[in-house]
């Protein structure tokens, strides 16, 4: 971005910018901040709200059923984002450094733009009672009871890993294709091990890839809704679950509104720690470097 | 490099391993046979089950959508349920037709807002300029469902009924901002001499914009298009909050077959989608390093 820009005799930028500017105002700002003041109103007896500014939705949620649910979402979406990741991190170096990268992006965007539903759908036909597995296991005479391996909390985190697989695979990769690999083998010569080659010389220099990658993990899976509805069972909703049942069946819509203040500031925080403890130690890297070439 | 503090705590454990000399013969093997264990093969083998678990569940469903009876057990060939899909399933193509309307109109709509947006920021520097760049990132980092809700309150907070006019504006938002990065990502690799050299040669600006700028960077402009659509036709979140009664959608379509029992049809249709799927991505293949890079 520090190319030069060419000197134009007037400056349209705003001009061209604008419509894109209105819009996000109107369609994505204006209705967020509808729910942040939905949210400190009283609920309307017919849905709807009352004009009156109240922290009852958000004492509501203080409730140990809540309590339960917020702890289950946060260790589900931590578990399955440390699995996509740590799956993503071998997959992400062996595409980088692979000649048919073509080919294998074709193959990993394939599943990660087919429907979800499609891809839920595959997972049941799969998982279920009278599901590929159970069948089979029944027809080799291994099983004579179908095992319960849908509608419980290990397939909402299966199906979650295998939904954002592709998040974290991609943006992993994307970093690994930049990364002088030769780096590795200068380490190497340099006596390095060969842990210590990838984990003090690759990993830093991808970091924010991973960022990224943890970033497009954890959000979306944090507001899963379809996922844990179609393959958890009640015992394994999340957030995602409950903000929806508020709005769509109790119609409790400041409730609805703080529990998706709750979610969007969560997301909102990790997001910004993320990218500030990148940029720190962007800023950092940098600055140790301008330091080295002023002692040189 | 050695000291760095923070984040690497992995390599700080391993380097604390390595410095500690293990005194008995199986360990040393062991730790030998750790450092000697080849990573790109190692890499090659997880990507390979990565891969394979990728497709494991699209491969069972095609597979099962061509057998003939409804259940899992396999008992013979069929395609029936092709026949169903094809002649059977009335409304299904209906909510195919308005997925494709909103996906074509939405498409359309994000790609020019998002094209322009891209060359006024990636050009220009004007007050407004930050704001436009954070708040076209933010819809990308808030989980659907809040968007999905924000919407709906607000879309009956002004009073416009729900239907295929309020998907096709939540549609729009949320695929402007893929737009917008992917045209900001082709406008980088732009050589800027050109519109010099057009300004130079007595070009207007609207001269330069649909004659020098638009045709350089078309590519990414398509691309930017065909992901919008992609994403509009596979939306299911967004959509569920913003569609009223007839606007059902495909992906809305699917979740009802999902949700109320499984019917083989649904298998059938997936191999179609697979299908479909496929030839975007086959299409989009020049680019498919530009999308990674934009997730």
Same mark, same amino acid.
């Given at each position: 971005m520090s190319r030069p820009r060419p000197l134009s005799s007037r400056n349209?930028?705003?001009?061209?910018?604008?419509?894109?500017?209105?819009?996000?105002?109107?369609?994505?700002?204006?209705?967020?901040?509808?729910?942040?003041?939905?949210?400190?109103?009283?609920?309307?007896?017919?849905?709807?709200?009352?004009?009156?500014?109240?922290?009852?939705?958000?004492?509501?949620?203080?409730?140990?059923?809540?309590?339960?649910?917020?702890?289950?979402?946060?260790?589900?979406?931590?578990?399955?984002?440390?699995?996509?990741?740590?799956?993503?991190?071998?997959?992400?170096? &062996?595409?980088?450094?692979?000649? #048919?990268?073509?080919? *294998? /992006?074709?193959? %990993?965007?394939?599943?990660?733009? =087919?429907?979800?539903?499609?891809?839920i759908n595959a997972w049941i036909a799969i998982l279920g009672n009278e599901g590929f597995i159970n069948e089979t296991l029944m027809k080799l005479g291994i099983i004579k009871e179908s095992l319960p391996l849908l509608y419980n909390e290990s397939a909402v985190i299966l199906v979650l890993v295998y939904m954002y697989l592709p998040y974290a695979i991609l943006p992993i990769f994307t970093a690994m294709d930049k990364f002088d690999f030769s780096l590795l083998e200068a380490a190497r010569?340099?006596? &390095?091990?060969?842990?210590?080659? #990838?984990?003090?010389? *690759? /990993?830093?220099? %991808?970091?924010?890839?991973?960022? =990224?990658?943890?970033?497009?993990?954890?959000?979306p899976i944090f507001g899963a809704y379809t996922v844990p509805l179609l393959v958890g069972g009640k015992d394994s909703y999340m957030l995602g679950n409950i903000v929806v049942d508020q709005v769509t069946k109790v119609r409790n819509w400041p409730l609805a509104s703080a529990f998706s203040m709750v979610i969007t500031v969560v997301s909102t925080v990790g997001v910004l720690w993320m990218m500030g403890t990148s940029a720190r130690e962007a800023a950092r890297v940098k600055g140790a470097r301008v330091k080295q070439e002023g002692a040189l | 490099m050695n000291s760095k503090p923070g984040f690497n705590i992995y390599g700080h454990f391993l380097s604390r391993l390595s410095k500690k000399k293990p005194t008995s013969e199986p360990a040393r093997h062991a730790r030998r046979a750790f450092q000697n264990l080849n990573h790109r093969s190692l890499s090659n083998t997880m990507?390979?089950?990565?891969?394979?678990?990728?497709?494991?569940?699209?491969?069972?469903?095609?597979?099962?959508?061509?057998?003939?009876?409804?259940?899992?057990?396999?008992?013979?060939?069929?395609?029936?349920?092709?026949?169903?899909?094809?002649?059977?399933?009335?409304?299904?193509?209906?909510?195919?037709?308005?997925?494709?309307?909103?996906?074509?109109?939405?498409?359309?709509?994000?790609?020019?807002?998002?094209?322009?947006?891209?060359?006024?920021?990636?050009?220009?520097?004007?007050?407004?300029?930050?704001?436009?760049?954070?708040?076209?990132?933010?819809?990308?980092?808030?989980?659907?469902?809040?968007?999905?809700?924000?919407?709906?309150?607000?879309?009956?907070?002004?009073?416009?009924?729900?239907?295929?006019?309020?998907?096709?504006?939540?549609?729009?938002?949320?695929?402007?901002?893929?737009?917008?990065?992917?045209?900001?990502?082709?406008?980088?690799?732009?050589?800027?001499?050109?519109?010099?050299?057009?300004h130079d040669l007595g070009a207007s600006e609207k001269q330069t914009l649909f004659r020098v700028i638009v045709p350089a960077i078309m590519p990414g402009i398509l691309s930017g298009f065909m992901m919008a659509v992609t994403m509009s036709l596979e939306d299911f979140v967004i959509t569920f909050f913003v569609s009223g009664p007839g606007s059902t959608t495909l992906p809305l379509y699917v979740f009802s077959m999902v949700r109320y029992g499984i019917s083989p049809v649904i298998n059938a249709l997936s191999f179609v989608m697979i299908l479909g799927t496929m030839a975007i991505a086959f299409i989009l293949r020049n680019f498919l390093k530009n999308i990674a890079a934009s997730k």
């Open positions: 349209y930028g705003a001009a061209y910018s604008f419509p894109m500017g209105v819009w996000f105002t109107l369609f994505f700002l204006l209705p967020i901040g509808i729910i942040v003041t939905y949210s400190f109103m009283r609920k309307g007896i017919h849905g709807g709200v009352e004009w009156q500014p109240t922290f009852d939705a958000y004492i509501q949620m203080f409730n140990s059923s809540y309590g339960k649910l917020f702890v289950r979402t946060l260790w589900v979406t931590f578990v399955s984002t440390v699995l996509a990741i740590a799956i993503a991190l071998p997959c992400g170096y &062996a595409m980088a450094r692979s000649k #048919m990268q073509t080919l *294998l /992006l074709f193959l %990993v965007i394939i599943p990660f733009w =087919t429907n979800s539903l499609i891809r010569d340099l006596g &390095a091990t060969k842990p210590q080659s #990838m984990f003090k010389v *690759l /990993l830093p220099n %991808v970091r924010a890839g991973i960022v =990224t990658a943890i970033i497009f993990t954890f959000i | 990507l390979t089950l990565a891969i394979a678990f990728l497709f494991l569940p699209l491969a069972v469903t095609v597979v099962y959508s061509f057998n003939d009876a409804k259940s899992m057990v396999w008992t013979g060939f069929s395609l029936r349920w092709y026949d169903k899909l094809v002649f059977g399933s009335e409304k299904l193509w209906t909510s195919f037709g308005n997925s494709a309307i909103i996906a074509l109109s939405a498409g359309a709509v994000s790609t020019a807002l998002g094209t322009l947006a891209a060359i006024g920021v990636n050009w220009y520097r004007f007050r407004g300029r930050m704001y436009i760049q954070t708040i076209s990132f933010l819809p990308m980092v808030l989980p659907e469902v809040i968007i999905g809700i924000s919407m709906l309150i607000f879309f009956s907070a002004v009073n416009v009924p729900l239907g295929m006019f309020t998907i096709f504006i939540a549609h729009t938002t949320f695929c402007l901002p893929f737009v917008f990065l992917m045209v900001l990502a082709r406008l980088d690799e732009f050589d800027f001499s050109i519109i010099e050299a057009a």
